[in-house]
């Protein structure tokens, strides 16, 4: 059972132009959220989380968005970069658990 | 500093082989965690460790035995290795339960013929 989905293997998109990632979950115990990024042939390395109390959290050009009652999360990335271009985990986490569940990731391509 | 580091980057074993696969962070972290990813999926929890001389299972620890002797090093080792543990491994490791922040190594590229 996938807890943490995310249904679209790939995205391109324009340089300059907003990307956004979708992650949807279904599990009503999870509390955090976290997104991942990764490199071919590196280790993921983490980008930006929200807990549930939030409905947005931004940082530089990356905000993420939550929306409880769809028990939905979006990542947009303004303006996207060449950069930018990796696969994105989503992952979730209960309360008081330290084990994350991660999606199966979104391929983003920047195109120049 | 290091962060996380894997040793090997890639090994190919033959069905019924065992071997080790290591890892080592310097930043203090008490947590640590092997997940696997499979072509097309997510990170699995394979096993973990909230301190020295503490390990528990994970969502796929079956095939591998793990060992936290230090804070610094948990090793995954791999008895009678098998085709479906052909995988990438990842080690990762985080300060405490309320740091969400997990640091990954670069990975392991393990082949089972």
């Known amino acids: ?112 | 500093n290091a962060g996380v580091t894997q040793t090997p980057k890639f090994r190919i074993l033959k069905i019924g082989q065992s071997m080790t696969l290591q890892c080592a962070q310097d930043m203090n972290h008490n947590y640590m965690y092997w997940y696997r990813q499979d072509p097309g999926m997510g990170l699995k929890l394979i096993y973990y460790s909230v301190g020295a001389g503490i390990t528990d299972k994970g969502e796929v620890p079956n095939g591998y035995n793990v060992s936290r002797s230090t804070t610094e090093d948990f090793p995954l080792r791999l008895e009678l290795a098998a085709p479906s543990q052909t995988s990438v491994y990842f080690c990762a490791s985080s300060y405490r339960d309320f740091n969400y922040e997990q640091y990954f190594g670069p990975g392991t590229r393990l082949t089972v013929t």
């Open chain 1, 1 to 112: 059972d996938q807890q943490v989905k995310q249904n679209s293997p790939s995205l391109s998109v324009q340089e300059g132009r907003i990307s956004i990632l979708n992650c949807d979950y279904t599990n009503s115990m999870f509390d955090y959220f976290l997104w991942y990024k990764k490199y071919p042939a590196e280790g993921p390395t983490f980008l930006i989380s929200i807990s549930s109390i939030k409905d947005k959290n931004e940082d530089g050009r990356f905000t993420v968005f939550l929306n409880k009652s769809a028990k939905h999360l979006s990542l947009h990335i303004v303006p996207s970069q060449p950069g930018d271009s990796a696969v994105y985990f989503c992952a979730a986490r209960g309360f008081g658990n330290e084990k994350l569940t991660f999606g199966t990731g979104t391929r983003l391509t920047i195109i120049p």
